[in-house]
């Protein structure tokens, strides 16, 4: 194996392959991007994020300062990718095949709890904003 135990497939759902082949190269870091949407107009991402399913089952625990240290660890690159994109970066936790959703805010750690049905319709404002200010088609 290559990398850390943590890099072990638990759910049998993904082909770790190419991961592993990225952990060989010296001098250099790799990370997976989560899914996370893109703007139908530009093409580009307009939110970040970094998705777990483990055992977070309110927002104030995932604030707990141990919640904290797991996510700032967790979600380190998606938060810098963010940055440098200039768009919002979000920890989201489900324990329930993401039917409850704990979203945290990484840029100042608000957190709230939505339904699947809220996730969806807080991500179509999130995409109404966007288009907004939205540059066109690159």
């Known amino acids: 194996m290559v990398g850390t135990?943590?890099?072990e497939e638990r759910t049998g759902d993904r082909d770790l392959g190419f991961s592993n082949l990225m952990r060989e190269p010296k001098g250099m870091r790799s990370c997976d991007i989560?899914?996370?949407p893109v703007c139908r107009r530009c093409k580009?991402?307009?939110?970040?994020?970094e998705a777990k399913?483990?055992?977070i089952s309110r927002?104030?625990?995932?604030?707990s300062f141990r919640g904290r240290d797991e996510i700032q660890k967790h979600s380190r690159y998606t938060v810098n990718s963010a940055?440098?994109?200039g768009i919002p970066a979000y920890f989201v936790a489900s324990t329930d095949e993401w039917q409850t959703i704990d979203v945290v805010r990484l840029e100042d750690w608000f957190g709230m709890q939505m339904t699947r049905i809220e996730f969806v319709?807080?991500?179509?404002?999130?995409a109404l904003e966007h288009l907004?200010?939205?540059p066109g088609e690159e």
């Open 5 to 7: 135990s943590n890099n």
């Open 34 to 36: 989560d899914v996370s």
């Open 44 to 49: 580009n991402y307009f939110v970040f994020f």
């Open 53 to 55: 399913r483990w055992n």
């Open 59 to 63: 927002p104030e625990l995932t604030l």
């Open 83 to 85: 940055k440098r994109q």
């Open 121 to 126: 319709q807080w991500l179509e404002r999130r």
């Open 132 to 134: 907004e200010c939205c």
